[in-house]
Nanobody
């Protein structure tokens, strides 16, 4: 079992930046992928960004050019740098780490609110 602890969420004005962190309780070096998802009120959870063990990245069209995902295997941590935030980015953001094709883990979520 792997526990994930997210941090870095909060209230930010439009155009601002935040960096989310997701610290894992165990090594994620061999995990096949890690990612960030978000869920806004009344909407389904959606993938925001993902990165494989081979450092291949994938982004939702709505965040391309603004968000950057990275992982530091030495710290067992996944990051999401979010720049030029927009009100529509407001959501609860969840970290996901995938150990195998059939086993993955979720964090508890961190709230991001973009508002003036």
């Amino acid at each position: 079992q792997v526990q994930l602890v997210e941090s870095g969420g909060g209230l930010v004005q439009p155009g601002g930046s935040l960096r989310l962190s997701c610290a894992a309780s165990a090594s994620i070096f061999s995990f096949i992928g890690t990612g960030w998802y978000r869920q806004a009120p009344g909407k389904q959870r959606e993938m925001v960004a993902a990165i494989t063990s081979g450092r291949t990245t994938n982004y939702a069209d709505s965040v391309k050019g603004r968000f950057t995902i990275s992982r530091d295997n030495t710290k067992n941590t996944v990051y999401l740098q979010m720049n030029n935030l927009k009100p529509e980015d407001t959501a609860v953001y969840y970290c996901n780490v995938r150990q195998t094709l059939t086993r993955d883990y979720w964090g508890q979520g961190t709230q991001v609110t973009v508002s003036s």
